[in-house]
């Protein structure tokens, strides 16, 4: 009911014109205005959009001083921005839905056309973002969402955006609720969802919505924009340091970024010692002694020096297994006894993800192996 007495007077007035010009390109000016008090009171990304230009920005974290501004300065998903900039320049924007793993650019993208579409000072009320620090259950959606997408801003044409960062989050109930706001507002209004699981939005939703998959960034990407920041604070970077970031991030812009800010700030040159060091993670020559003493010594010592080790470098036993899994992979044992091994690292794996005790876990892993080690002298 009450949905409906907003409406009414609200949306008659100052339709968008359909044939009407279409939006010139602006970037956002340089020029800082004061924030709404909408603005202020959102607390999102956007109401930080003038504090986010690189100039000036010194204490800021890389991933935000080097958050791309434009659509232009993202590294990836061509395709994807190519389709969303002709669509913000014939002023068709459908309601969009990005998904994909974390920090592969979706925020960016969409605060990267908000600021396309809008003037700095429209920010405050043409764009509503709420992230997962807001609430996320239906009062949100029948509070602030249905009465900003209800009313008209008299000085603009053209529609307002609601950026929904991590939907995911949002209850059942208010993606429910927001199914029919959604379709009711169309003409006034574009949502913009973004999430890191399709599966969590709810059919009806996703079918209201463009949707487009952010993929993780391949290396090729990663390297040259990696480059650029690395160029702009002047850090010093070997190539394998670069290599091992590369793999560490696996796809993750922000993570690499992390990385590569962290590693230089802790030891000032960026190997990929350093790289390993940082970020916990065991390296290449741990490894291969690991699976030394679980191949060549009884299982006592091979268990004290693991432990040793393990603490000296503050490894976890997820990161020992992972790597050690890809060795398996590797490693020329007969098909009978390799896949025995894949299903005792599997199992190892999953009870550490239930939380059990690493030293067992650790004391299991060493066991497989050397019951491998049996198998293969005795075939042999
Ligand atoms: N395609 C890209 N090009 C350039 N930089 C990128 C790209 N993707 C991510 N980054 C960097 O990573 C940081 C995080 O990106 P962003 O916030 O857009 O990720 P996201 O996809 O929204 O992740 P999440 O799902 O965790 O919210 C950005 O500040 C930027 O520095
Ligand atoms: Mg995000």
Redesign the pocket.
Known sequence: MALDARNLGTRSRDLPDPAGPARPLRPAPPRRSRRSRRSRALGG?LARLPDMAPAGSANLP???????QALS?????RDILSTVQRFISEDRLPHLL?Y??????????I?ACARQLYREREFGSMVLELNASDDRGIDIVRGPILSFASTRTIFKKGFKLVIL??ADAMTQDAQNALRRVIEKFTENTRFCL???YLSKIIPALQSRCTRFR?GP?TPE?MVP?LQHVIQEEGVDVTEDGMKALVTLSSG???R??NILQSTSMAFGKVTEENVYTCTGHPLKSDITNILDWMLNQDFSTAYRKIMELKTLKGLALQDILTEIHLFVHRVDFPPSIRIQLLIKLADIEYRLAAGTSEKIQLSSLIAAFQVTRDLVVAEA
Request: with cysteine.
């Open positions: 990304a890389w991933v935000e001083k080097y958050r791309p300065e993202l590294v990836s998903h990005l994909g793993p974390p920090g592969t650019g979706k925020t960016s993208t605060l960062d991590e973004i999430c890191n952010f960034l990407l924009r993750d812009m922000r690499a970024l």
